[in-house]
């Protein structure tokens, strides 16, 4: 069993910052790499960014120097740390995980329930 869970969402007024947090938990031999997506009403859900194991880093373009992927380690937990958000940013935001469960498991997808983000201008 392995559970993610997502915190950090609320509201905040355009410029303003936010950080969320993910915790991975359960049964984890090892994680690959670990990311943010945020889906908006009426779109499809869209990657935000991504870390991987090896410090590689992943960003859409409409939040790249605006946003930063981070981890630690020890807790299993990624934060994405969102600075000058925009009215466009408001989305549910959605923390993925690609992990293994054991020694003799295959990567696998897990995902989060998701957290509100709201920014108003």
């Known amino acids: 069993q392995v559970q993610l869970v997502e915190s950090g969402g609320g509201l905040v007024q355009a410029g303003g910052s936010l950080r969320l947090s993910c915790v991975a938990s359960?049964?984890?031999?090892?994680?690959?790499?670990m990311g943010w997506y945020r889906q908006a009403p009426g779109k499809q859900r869209e990657l935000v960014a991504t870390?991987?194991?090896?410090?590689?880093?992943n960003y859409a373009d409409s939040v790249k120097g605006r946003f930063t992927i981070s981890r630690d380690g020890a807790k299993n937990t990624v934060y994405l740390q969102m600075n000058s958000l925009q009215p466009e940013d408001t989305a549910v935001y959605y923390c993925?995980?690609?992990?293994?469960?054991?020694?003799?498991?295959?990567?696998?997808?897990?995902w989060g329930q998701g957290t509100q983000v709201t920014v108003s201008s």
């Open positions: 993925n995980a690609d992990l293994r469960r054991s020694i003799r498991s295959g990567r696998a997808n897990y």
């Open positions: 359960g049964s984890i031999y090892s994680i690959n790499a």
């Open positions: 870390l991987t194991s090896g410090d590689s880093t």
